[in-house]
């Protein structure tokens, strides 16, 4: 009789229980960890400043739309700035799983973030510097996505997460431009 193939990419459950009680000081991080957790920490608060800026933008623009649509359009930029303050948060947490400590000092704040804070302006130039952030971020945590691999899936996974909500919000100010200009630029 033929003898299974071993699956020798397992480990057995009594070198699991032993490594699992050494270095228990690192929290969440195991010797099974593939990343360079340095490496992990320095882009996870790129994310958390990027996310903090798009906080402030989207607030600054919630308090300060005008016009006859404003209220409407001020309640989406609210609630986009609770979902970056989400997916900030997310990141701020994986960073002290992976045993940093998130950087949420205004010093510096947009040096360390990939997208700018903006300005005023009309609601139409408000919600055109929303999706020139919103299309920055996807790009950027595409990049990311592609980095953290298989080499930190949790990472991986909480990233795709973010990027699906921040692609939901291009195309949901791609959807305000139209509204508000008439013409769509998607073919």
Same mark, same amino acid.
Request: hydrophobic share 40%; aromatic share 6%.
């Given at each position: 009789?033929?003898?299974?193939?071993?699956? *020798?990419?397992? *480990?057995?459950?009594? *070198?699991?229980?032993?490594?699992?009680?050494? =270095?228990?000081?690192? /929290?969440?991080?195991?010797?099974? +960890?593939?990343?360079?957790?340095? *490496? %992990?920490?320095?882009?996870?608060?790129?994310?958390?400043?990027?996310? !903090?800026?798009?906080?402030?933008?989207?607030?600054?623009?919630?308090?300060?739309?005008?016009?006859?649509?404003?209220?409407?359009?001020?309640?989406?930029?609210?609630?986009?700035?609770?979902?970056?303050?989400?997916?900030?948060?997310?990141?701020?947490?994986? #960073?002290?799983?992976?045993?940093?400590?998130?950087?949420? =000092?205004?010093? /510096?704040?947009?040096?360390? =973030?990939? =997208?700018? +804070?903006?300005? /005023?302006?009309?609601?139409?130039?408000?919600?055109?510097?929303?999706?020139? %952030?919103?299309?920055?971020? #996807?790009?950027? +945590?595409?990049?990311? #996505?592609? +980095?953290?691999?298989?080499?930190?899936?949790?990472?991986?996974?909480?990233?795709?997460?973010?990027?699906?909500?921040?692609?939901?919000?291009?195309?949901?100010?791609?959807?305000?431009?139209?509204?508000?200009?008439?013409?769509?630029? !998607?073919?």
């Amino acid at each position: 009789m033929a003898k299974a193939p071993e699956n *020798t990419f397992l *480990t057995d459950v009594q *070198t699991l229980r032993e490594r699992a009680r050494k =270095s228990i000081e690192q /929290g969440a991080l195991t010797p099974a +960890y593939q990343g360079n957790v340095k *490496t %992990a920490i320095d882009l996870l608060q790129t994310v958390v400043a990027t996310e !903090l800026v798009c906080v402030l933008r989207y607030t600054m623009h919630s308090i300060s739309v005008e016009g006859i649509t404003s209220e409407s359009v001020a309640a989406e930029f609210a609630t986009h700035a609770k979902e970056e303050r989400a997916h900030m948060m997310w990141a701020a947490e994986r #960073i002290d799983q992976l045993g940093g400590i998130p950087n949420l =000092s205004p010093e /510096g704040l947009a040096t360390r =973030s990939a =997208s700018e +804070y903006g300005q /005023g302006g009309n609601l139409v130039e408000m919600v055109r510097q929303n999706l020139v %952030a919103e299309r920055l971020v #996807i790009e950027h +945590y595409r990049e990311l #996505i592609r +980095y953290f691999a298989d080499h930190d899936p949790t990472t991986r996974i909480m990233l795709e997460k973010i990027l699906a909500e921040e692609e939901e919000h291009a195309t949901d100010m791609h959807d305000l431009l139209v509204a508000h200009e008439g013409k769509p630029f !998607l073919s």
